[in-house]
């Protein structure tokens, strides 16, 4: 029972970053229409530039934080408004091209920049340290990065239902030409959307980064953030979120009773059978398209 | 781009004599390439050639039934295997293992078409890329397949010749592409050729004019896996030993880049699409030998950057070429090409 | 009867074509010798692509002292990303457009494997595969020199030792799933069924996976006193975190991949101390056994100088003093020995030849030993196969366990 309670925790822990990601994920859905390969690396780069400031300008490791957080906003507006934008009559397909080539560049400039070594980032609380709740262990990291997904959710949830900026953006995703008619700069909404994207996801990298670093760190929770995105239905953050936790535990959960060897595969089989019952994910209505 | 005035006209081979002219000259280019360049080149080409096929396979999915798949790498696979295993353990000869395999690939398109039947956009590009990466997983723990360990392909022999040079496989890797072109490009302008273009514009519209959907949509998925699953088994001999960490979803990535960088809903678009990227692919790491080009990226990763990374630079450039062609070109190198083309039809006017 | 007859035409059409032009070998000018290596440079895999560079900043100091009786030795080495595809391009390209004499090392089993057909066809020498592979050595190749030493030996000692020295009884293994991770299963097995003993738990690792937390949990469930990890790097590094914060601390053991302890201490914020790993070489254990050494020790004459006129004059700004870089110099030490040996009157059989007659040649790694080539016998080209055990301090120094002790080579079949 204890090691039953221990994968459900520890599913939710690691479900928490995927979460992270499924939500910036879900944004760029919302604003953009495409599934968004480039969101690991948007958060990568600001990861590594954290780690610069804190070991080439020697600054606090609070600076760094709040910086890199400043720079993927930076970052995720000038993406999509050097390049995505620029596209025309973009289709789905060749946007996930685009998103592609924008993963590529990104993470080739922090491989050219910081080479391909191991390290790991400095952080306030230890890495190892943990608490118990009657025999079942959490790290303090996952209980941040739980904590950290579920007041991002929440804000977010408050932003787009109660601050100008936040239905802006709802009513550019849900009929953009409307929006533009009724005064919104919509793509100036779009792109601030792609910056709090990229925004949510360095907060997962900065809460990745101090167990391990290396170019290759947010390949892995970037696929888990897409699966648990889609099975939340791409346009729901409560979806998103909710999917993540799935994601976690399942895998979890598979890995401990089953078989390790497919656990890393396991949650796509999920995501199969999910989306035969429900083609749109959980959270998601399903439209279908007019002739 | 001229104007068809009959169906007969639409169907043909060869629209003109020029064409015909033009590919009697790619033919007596490809029957002479192997004694003009160097083994190397040979390699190259067949490398191209098995990449060709996967992406012309995948553009009668992606490009004209409008389905998406980043699980295009588990057919693959199941080709590179199950040739193998075919000739190693049943004793096929080389050629029905082969084809056994692009078969065996083809059931497993249409099991996955089934689920597609109800998914579309990023719905089914999670659902493909599960496929693929499940597919290698389960490779790796069969034993017999050699597990992650990989296997060796046995010597290749068709009808008591032996091929184990580049130069002898590269006329059947020809021989191979060319049919299967060939065919794709017929099959285009078929009942179901038509009926991939009718679902991939509309596909409730397409269904009331009696288009069977499940029919055209899993033969669609089997078709192009049928293509996947013949490129892997020639792949398996190009490389002569295959292992589950070469089928990973940077393939299936790659694969779809290239045909959409190419052009969809083309012939001519995947081709080229395949040519340039995988080109580009083996190629790149070769730009620091580049004269001036890599002594001025030495020097600024010497400054800025870190010595140690200076490859990385492939990816930047890799990833550039590829927003590039999009932006400038959302149909591809093909549709470059057709701007080209009649921009100077019309010159000067 | 016909390919009998082929085969004799082209033996004669060869050995005619050698008449020809005796002193022509391929990859030989009068100034220069030809050495090819693969290294990904990018990619996944890159943090290995230092092994390259290590052998590239060793032949530029070789060359700076004169080079090998009046050659200089020039290294083409290519990134081939750890794909096969590209490693047989790249091969390819170099043999056959510039022509190599030799290749050295080259990182991956995989990337090894795809082009070993085609460089033992050529009778091409190739010295020191990266990586501990059983596939190099057998079936043996004429050709094929392995240096180090096998994945199957770290875990026979590392798991002799536990059970001899330090009486643990459940011994647990966390492996990659591929040729390292197996064979690292395969010596531990073999080794605990010596003493009779079973194996308390197996987890495998997915490569890609960064999640930890369930492989932490099943050792602990398992209740392993000690856990031999073949991995990498980063999985040990999270693998450790996940562990400790479950409070779950056995004696951690690992191999000579994860046995660069500056880095592992680094890179696991310290966790890494009392880890045990195999190591085969730069740094000498003779007669040191209970002593604190480190990669910069001064004691090992031939390290030191390796660091200060090698990489401190050859190396880019930003490498770094590491295993892989080092070990990029040892597995081409026997290489450019027999080199040396063979005199200015440089062909590859005469390569082979004093290859085959190198006795406990040492460098900075262990003794390496060869002997004439026997389809039947792998030992004629495994090379080293010796290592030793050592122990990671607080601040990242190697406390020396045990003397240079050799392995036993376990083949497939057993």
């Known amino acids: 029972m204890i090691d039953f309670l221990q994968m459900i925790i520890s599913g939710i822990a690691v479900g928490s970053s995927y979460a992270l990601m499924a939500l910036g994920m879900v944004l760029i859905y919302k604003a953009s229409e495409v599934p968004n390969f480039v969101q690991g690396e948007m958060a990568l780069l600001p990861v590594f530039i954290a780690y610069m400031i804190i070991h080439s300008y020697g600054q606090s490791v609070f600076a760094a934080f709040f910086g890199a957080l400043a720079f993927a906003m930076l970052l995720g507006c000038l993406l999509e408004f050097i390049v995505v934008r620029r596209a025309k009559n973009p289709n789905i397909l060749g946007l996930i091209i685009i998103t592609i080539g924008l993963e590529m560049v990104l993470l080739g400039f922090v491989s050219w920049k910081f080479g391909a070594d191991q390290r790991v980032m400095p952080f306030p609380i230890s890495s190892y340290s943990s608490v118990m709740f009657g025999g079942v262990y959490i790290s303090i990291l996952d209980l941040l990065t739980l904590v950290a997904a579920l007041v991002i959710m929440t804000g977010l949830f408050f932003f787009f239902r109660f601050s100008k900026l936040g239905v802006a953006m709802k009513a550019t995703q849900q009929n953009e030409t409307a929006a533009r008619l009724m005064g919104i700069r919509t793509n100036r909404v779009k792109m601030i959307t792609w910056g709090i994207s990229a925004t949510v996801g360095t907060v997962a990298g900065l809460l990745l980064a101090p167990v391990f670093m290396e170019p290759y760190m947010m390949w892995d929770p970037m696929l888990k953030g897409f699966a648990a995105a889609v099975i939340g239905g791409m346009t729901s953050l409560p979806g998103a979120v909710f999917g993540a936790y799935i994601v976690g535990i399942v895998e979890h959960l598979f890995g401990g009773y089953v078989s390790m060897e497919y656990k890393a595969v396991v949650a796509f089989a999920v995501i199969v059978l999910v989306l035969c019952v429900k083609p749109s994910g959980l959270f998601a209505r399903h439209y279908v398209k007019k002739v | 781009m001229d104007m068809k005035r009959s169906y007969y006209e639409d169907i043909r081979l060869f629209p003109s004599c020029v064409t015909v002219f033009w590919a009697v000259v790619l033919l007596a280019f490809l029957l002479a390439y192997p004694f003009l360049f160097k083994n190397y080149y040979v390699y190259m080409a067949n490398y191209i050639a098995i990449n060709i096929i996967v992406v012309v396979g995948l553009n009668l999915l992606v490009g004209y039934t409008g389905q998406i798949s980043l699980g295009h790498a588990g057919f693959y696979a199941i080709g590179a295997y199950a040739t193998i295993t075919l000739m190693s353990l049943a004793g096929f000869p080389f050629l029905a293992a082969l084809i056994c395999a692009g078969l065996i690939a083809a059931a497993f398109g249409f099991l996955l078409g089934l689920p597609a039947l109800r998914l579309e956009g990023p719905y089914l590009a999670i659902a493909t890329l599960g496929f693929g990466v499940t597919i290698t997983t389960i490779i790796g723990r069969i034993e017999m397949l050699g597990g992650r360990q990989g296997l060796h392909a046995p010597d290749l022999v068709i009808m008591g010749y032996p091929l184990d040079t580049d130069r002898q496989f590269y006329y059947l890797v020809m021989i191979i592409t060319v049919l299967l072109v060939l065919f794709a490009r017929n099959v285009t302008k078929t009942k179901v050729g038509r009926a991939f273009i009718a679902i991939r514009d509309a596909h409730i519209a397409a269904e009331t004019m009696g288009v069977n959907l499940v029919l055209y949509k899993t033969m669609a998925f089997a078709l192009s896996a049928f293509y996947a699953g013949v490129a892997g088994g020639l792949y398996a001999f190009v490389l002569r030993f295959i292992e589950p960490g070469l089928f990973s979803l940077f393939l299936s990535v790659f694969f779809l880049t290239m045909a959409v960088a190419g052009g969809l809903g083309s012939v001519m678009g995947p081709i080229a699409g395949a040519i340039v990227l995988s080109f580009l692919d083996l190629q790149l790491r070769n730009i620091l030998s580049i004269p001036y080009v890599g002594d001025w990226l030495r020097h600024l990763s010497a400054s800025y950057f870190s010595l140690t990374g200076v490859s990385n630079i492939q990816f930047i450039v890799f990833g550039a070429i590829l927003i590039a062609i999009m932006l400038f070109e959302p149909l591809g190198l093909y549709g470059l090409w057709i701007r080209t083309k009649k921009y100077w039809k019309t010159w000067p006017f | ?389 050592q122990q990671c301090t607080a601040d990242g120094a190697s406390k020396i366990l045990t003397e240079w002790e050799t392995t036993k080579f376990i083949p497939k079949s057993e």
Not at chain 3, 102 to 118: E, F, N, Q, R
């Open chain 3, 1 to 389: 009867m016909k390919n009998t007859l082929l085969g004799l035409l082209l033996c004669a059409a060869l050995v005619t074509g050698f008449a020809g032009a005796a002193n022509a070998e391929v990859g030989v000018t009068d100034t220069e010798i030809h050495i090819g290596q693969w290294s990904p440079q990018t990619g996944p895999a890159a943090p290995w692509g230092a092994v390259a560079r290590g052998t590239d900043a060793y032949f530029k100091w070789i060359n700076a002292n004169g080079g090998i009786h009046g050659r200089k030795l020039i290294h083409h080495y290519f990134d081939d990303a750890y794909n096969p595809a590209k490693t047989i391009a790249g091969v390819k390209q170099l043999q056959e457009q510039t022509g190599m004499f030799a290749w050295a090392s080259g990182v991956g089993t995989a990337c090894g494997l795809a082009v070993k057909d085609y460089l033992m066809e050529n009778r091409i020498p190739w010295v020191g595969p990266s990586s501990g592979s059983r596939h190099w050595v057998d079936p043996p190749q004429k050709y094929l020199f392995n240096v180090y030493p096998l994945y199957l030996g770290d875990a026979q000692l590392l798991t002799e030792y536990a059970i001899t020295e330090m009486g643990k009884k459940k011994i647990a293994v966390v492996y990659q799933e591929d040729d390292y991770g197996k064979q690292g299963l395969e010596g531990a097995r073999y080794m605990l069924k010596k003493h009779d003993m079973e194996l308390a738990e197996a987890v495998p690792v997915a490569i890609t996976d960064t999640d930890m937390r369930p492989h932490a949990m099943r050792l602990r469930q398992a209740e392993a006193d000690t856990v031999l990890l073949f991995v990498t790097p980063g999985h040990v590094a999270r693998v450790l975190g996940t562990a400790k914060a479950m409070k779950y601390e056995p004696q951690w053991m690992s191999t000579t991949t994860c046995g660069d302890f500056p880095l592992m201490i680094a890179i696991t914020k310290g966790l890494y101390e009392g880890v045990i790993t195999a190591s085969f070489g730069m740094m000498d254990p003779t007669g040191n056994v209970g002593e604190v050494e480190n990669i910069n020790n001064p004691k090992h004459e031939l390290m030191a100088k390796y660091k200060k006129e090698v990489f401190e004059q050859f190396a880019a700004e930003d490498e770094r003093w590491g295993y892989t870089f080092t070990a990029g110099i040892g597995f081409v030490e026997p290489l450019v020995e027999a080199i040396r040996r063979a005199g200015r009157d440089l062909t590859r059989e005469k390569v082979v030849a004093e290859l085959e007659k190198m006795e406990n040649f040492q460098g900075i790694m262990g003794r390496i030993n060869y002997g004439p080539f026997d389809p039947q016998d792998p030992h004629c080209r495994i090379g080293q196969q010796e290592i030793f055990l």
